[in-house]
């Protein structure tokens, strides 16, 4: 556990590495110049990021220097005279450096310093409901099928069927999945569930997408309607619940539906969970699925086991999991964003033959 600038270089230098890879070099600046004014102890920037994190713990080796750059980005996509507005505001390509004096004005704008105090970074990628979306394509027939994502944070990927999506093979050609209309109730869990109607929190989900990634926005912008629509409908509800707690609700609502099909979807969440958790969760979850052979399936977006260089010299750190009753599949392999999916067709025709 770290605090305050305890061990912030290196971290910050590393993450201002993986931004130039992933051609964001505006958030590479902001974190090299924040490191250079905090070595020559210049301007506010040490002062307010050591007041900020002083009584704050950080497991993540990356949450200082992703919460930096999102504190920032938050007042910039409100407010159009902040320092940085052109730069890493709404309209912003990712490219650029920042200066000095720019950072040194964008640390005291607004509300940055109650950001880096208590906001944390959190995502909810839409194009991840290609997890689930898989995975419901092993159930035949129109009987209904009920979705319970765990770690779902705002439930932008239990809506993603409902939003146009550009995932391509790996030899480019489109990968199409339509809306799965026999999904007629939604589930999503999470310890921090994120409210899309409340501009606050919408806004920060917003503002943790990175500069540039235009067409992230722009679907997260279309979840955020069809979340609320949803909602409205009562097709989707998001509550809070910690991971201790969630299998326990998963055979809860299969007691509740015996006439439904049963899809667990988790992206980008149980890497995240402390063993002492994850251990009891995997082996509940996996002996609920076993028990349901046919009627349950338990997709997965998930640390890639070994990353997989495929043609084109693209590297995928990321493979999308189903565990059926007698077994798990690997049947795809992808970035966390999946744009670029390369489906193990034969594998997922394995997932599909009854269980
Ligand atoms: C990286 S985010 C992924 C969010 C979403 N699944 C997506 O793919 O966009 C991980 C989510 O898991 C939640 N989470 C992490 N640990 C948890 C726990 N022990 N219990 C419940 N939720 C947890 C976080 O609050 C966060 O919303």
Not at 58 to 87: G, I, Q, V, W
Request: proline letters at 5%; hydrophobic letters at 40%.
């Amino acid at each position: 556990m770290a605090r305050g600038l305890v061990g912030f270089r290196e971290q910050a230098e590393n993450q201002a590495k993986f931004f130039v890879s992933r051609g964001i070099p505006i958030y590479a600046s902001v974190l090299t110049t924040a490191l250079e004014m905090i070595a020559a102890g210049e301007g506010h920037v040490p002062s307010v990021l050591e007041e900020a994190w002083k009584d704050r713990e950080f497991s993540s080796p990356y949450e200082r220097a992703l919460l930096l750059c999102a504190s920032m980005r938050f007042e910039a996509l409100r407010d159009s005279s902040h320092p940085l507005a052109e730069k890493i505001g709404d309209d912003a390509d990712g490219q650029g450096r920042v200066t000095r004096e720019e950072l040194d004005r964008a640390i005291d704008f607004g509300r940055t310093l109650d950001s880096l105090v208590r906001r944390f970074v959190q995502t909810n990628e839409v194009s991840r409901s290609i997890t689930w979306q898989l995975a419901a394509t092993c159930f035949e027939g129109d009987g209904p099928i009920v979705v319970i994502d765990l770690g779902t944070s705002a439930g932008a990927t239990l809506v993603g069927d409902r939003i146009a999506q550009n995932w391509q093979a790996a030899d480019g050609s489109p990968i199409v999945l339509g809306e799965e209309k026999r999904a007629r109730k939604r589930y999503g869990l999470d310890r921090r569930p994120v409210d899309l109607a409340d501009s606050d929190q919408e806004g920060w989900l917003r503002a943790c997408i990175w500069p540039g990634q235009r067409d992230r926005v722009l679907r997260f912008r279309r979840a955020v309607e069809e979340v609320k629509k949803a909602k409205a409908a009562g097709e989707l509800v998001v509550s809070k619940m910690g991971a201790e707690d969630m299998v326990a609700f998963v055979r809860q609502i299969a007691n509740e539906n015996p006439g439904a099909r049963i899809l667990v979807a988790e992206t980008a969440f149980i890497d995240y969970l402390p063993p002492d958790i994850r251990a009891p969760f995997e082996k509940d979850l996996g002996d609920f699925i076993s028990a349901h052979p046919g009627r349950a399936v338990w997709s997965g977006l998930e640390d890639a086991l070994a990353p997989v260089t495929e043609g084109g010299g693209k590297r995928f750190p990321a493979e999308i999991r189903l565990r059926r009753a007698s077994r798990m599949h690997v049947v795809a392999r992808c970035e966390w964003h999946p744009s670029v999916v390369a489906i193990d067709h034969a594998e997922l025709a394995k997932a599909r033959t009854p269980h």
